[in-house]
């Protein structure tokens, strides 16, 4: 049985996508232990609620200090006692001491088609909206490991979705959710399930 902690810090739609997976069977293996929000306010904990998974906020907000959140963030994690950690959503920096723990063992899902679209500074619809400025005609979403860098880790699987005619960021971003990040974050995480860890 794969044990994994998902990362959230927003809606949770990507959560879901995996609650929905496991409940179905389509995900075999895998236990979601641990749901962690930086935010407490995240609908995503309340989706975990819904469904019976350990829902804990650590807040950056709530520690004196940056070291003191990155050790309390680490320590929450491996209490989890998570195999694989899922980042779906989290708009936090991943700590070098919790990239250290959990390298080759942390995976993302980014709304692009890496190594387009990423990086510092391109998250939730700014991706999007340099998508469209950009005029690409394809894009889609990347699941990878995480590593120090943003959005630079070992890619496992990508999806394209087409960009349509009077796209607004708002619909790309549903249509690459819903055509994308819904589908290949359950099934690389089934892969890894299956498979074992990559790179
Ligand atoms: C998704 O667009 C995901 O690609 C990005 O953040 C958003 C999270 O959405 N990393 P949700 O919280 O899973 O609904």
Request: net charge neutral; charged share 20%; proline share 4%.
């Given at each position: ?5 998902v990362c959230v810090?927003g809606?949770?739609?990507n959560l ?29 904990l309340?989706?975990?609620?819904q ?14 200090n ?13 209490a ?6 899922v ?23 980014h ?7 990423c ?12 998508a ?5 005609k ?8 995480v ?5 630079t ?28 990040e ?7 995480i ?10």
């Amino acid at each position: 049985m794969l044990k994994i902690t998902v990362c959230v810090s927003g809606g949770g739609t990507n959560l879901q996508a995996i609650i929905d997976s496991v409940r179905s069977g389509e995900l075999k293996n895998v236990e979601i232990v641990r749901v962690i929000s930086n935010n407490p306010n995240a609908y995503a904990l309340e989706r975990a609620k819904q469904n019976g998974i350990d829902a804990v906020c650590v807040s950056p907000k709530t520690f004196e200090n940056r070291e003191a959140f990155n050790a309390a963030f680490l320590d929450a994690l491996k209490a989890s006692g998570a195999d694989l950690v899922v980042l779906a959503g989290f708009l936090v920096v991943i700590p070098e001491i919790v990239i250290n723990e959990y390298r080759g063992r942390m995976i993302n899902i980014h709304p692009s088609l890496i190594p387009s679209f990423c990086g510092t500074g391109y998250y939730g619809l700014k991706v999007h909206e340099a998508a469209l400025k950009r005029g690409v005609k394809i894009t889609g979403a990347t699941v990878h490991y995480v590593d120090e860098g943003t959005d630079t880790g070992p890619i496992i699987m990508q999806k394209a979705v087409e960009v349509k005619e009077g796209d607004t960021p708002e619909i790309l971003q549903r249509r690459v959710m819903e055509e994308a990040e819904w589908i290949i974050l359950p099934k690389s995480i089934g892969m890894i399930a299956q498979k074992g860890f990559g790179k």
